[in-house]
């Protein structure tokens, strides 16, 4: 599985958009690019999955340039109640990932 | 919420004993994951289960061993527990391979190894 570097922290304020970057220099072919979110005390959760370009839910948005070494997950406006762990991930086909540390994101009023 | 329930949910014990973990699941899904988190290190997977008593390492499966003898239970055991398996462990599910399909989390067991 290709390894994945991110921030280990990142500090914004309510009402920002969050820009949380991803690099991925050995992603292989078949491999898809997915984002949990953890809030404290409690396990993950899925947030986002894309594979190229853009991908856009109601919590999220990933951008995935062309040559896929990298990704960012963009959080609209966020509120406190986004403050979290968040792990990037390459992921295949395979029965297991591998979860990094993460990002340690804290939002201030 | 996915139907996923760990017990117990807190758990004090003295180095040397046996310990059970219990994941129970309601959704019928076919894999299951147990997971270790400590700080500093994120969460790391001890063993998984792609079937009823098919089972598979992680990467820190040392001193762990699993049972899943219903689709709806895997079992984690600390044969004879080390203050190093202090920890919260965390139950995962997923209806297929976990690298194309959302895994679903337990709410997590904290345990004190004295």
């Known amino acids: 599985l290709a390894k994945t570097t991110q921030p280990i922290s990142m500090d914004s304020y309510e009402g920002q958009e969050v820009n949380i970057t991803c690099s991925h220099n050995n992603i292989a072919t078949n491999d898809y690019i997915t984002w949990y979110q953890q809030f404290p005390s409690q396990g993950p959760r899925f947030i986002i999955q894309?594979?190229?370009t853009k991908v856009t839910n109601e919590v999220a948005s990933l951008f995935i340039p062309a040559d896929r070494k990298s990704s960012t997950l963009s959080l609209p406006r966020v509120s406190l109640s986004d403050t979290a762990v968040y792990y990037c991930?390459?992921?295949?086909?395979?029965?297991?990932?591998?979860f990094g540390k993460g990002t340690r994101l804290h939002i201030l009023p | 919420d996915a139907g996923i329930t760990q017990s117990p949910r807190h758990k004090v014990t003295e180095t040397g004993t046996p310990v059970t973990l219990r994941c129970h699941q309601t959704?019928?899904?076919?894999?299951m994951y147990w997971y270790r988190q400590d700080p500093g290190h994120g969460l790391r997977l001890i063993h998984y289960?792609?079937?009823?008593?098919?089972?598979d390492k992680g990467e820190v499966s040392d001193g762990y061993s699993v049972s899943r003898s219903k689709t709806e239970d895997f079992l984690l055991t600390l044969e004879s527990a080390t203050s190093s398996q202090t920890s919260v462990y965390f139950c995962?599910?997923?209806?297929?391979?976990?690298?194309?399909?959302?895994?679903?989390f337990g709410p997590g067991t904290r345990l004190t190894v004295l």
């Open positions: 894309g594979y190229k």
């Open positions: 995962a599910i997923s209806s297929g391979t976990s690298g194309y399909n959302e895994q679903f």
């Open positions: 959704e019928n899904h076919r894999y």
């Open positions: 991930l390459v992921t295949n086909r395979d029965d297991k990932i591998i």
């Open positions: 289960s792609y079937g009823v008593k098919d089972t």
